[in-house]
């Protein structure tokens, strides 16, 4: 379905005969609804619903992305330190390969984290977190922010 609506979009940015960002992108959301409507009526598909899951993420990370950000920066630029690091074992609840590195990856371009290792069993994820003031709240956000936003997408 993806694949189809970029050609979608592709097709009227050159119908159009102007290839440009903002052209591709009303091709992309005119194909979506055209696909919506026409996927109803022969035959279903999850793509719609993935597609929003997708973009919450996108949102819910890019969020993150400044809150660390502006955490580690008042951070650098005060006197005190307010860094508390821990190595924590996350407990994680993916169902593949790709749903762990897609984790580990989120977690590790958030600054303030990194994720160092996954079990051999793949059910632990072992983070460096700069700021654990408090290791059982700093375990639930990672597994109830980003951990499960990141098992929506994949479901």
């Not at 719609?48 to 400044?66: D, G, M, N, P, T």
């Not at 951070?75 to 897609?102: F, N, Q, W």
Request: hydrophobic share 50%.
């Amino acid at each position: 379905m993806l694949v189809l609506n970029v050609f979608l979009a592709i097709a009227w940015a050159a119908i159009s005969g102007q290839i440009t960002v903002s052209n591709l992108l009303v091709g992309f959301l005119i194909g979506y609804v055209v696909l919506w409507f026409v996927s109803r009526s022969i035959w279903p598909s999850n793509y719609f619903r993935k597609f929003w899951q997708v973009i919450h993420f996108a949102l819910f990370f890019l969020r993150e992305l400044f809150v660390a950000n502006l955490k580690v920066a008042i951070d650098i630029v005060t006197p005190r330190h307010l860094m508390k690091p821990a190595v924590l074992a996350i407990p994680i609840e993916t169902r593949s390969a790709g749903e762990t590195t897609t984790l580990a990856n989120a977690v590790t371009l958030t600054p303030g984290t990194l994720s160092l290792d996954v079990s051999p069993d793949g059910k632990t994820l072992y983070v460096h977190v700069m700021y654990a003031e408090d290791t059982e709240a700093a375990r639930r956000a990672i597994q109830e922010g980003m951990g499960r936003r990141v098992r929506e997408v994949f479901e």
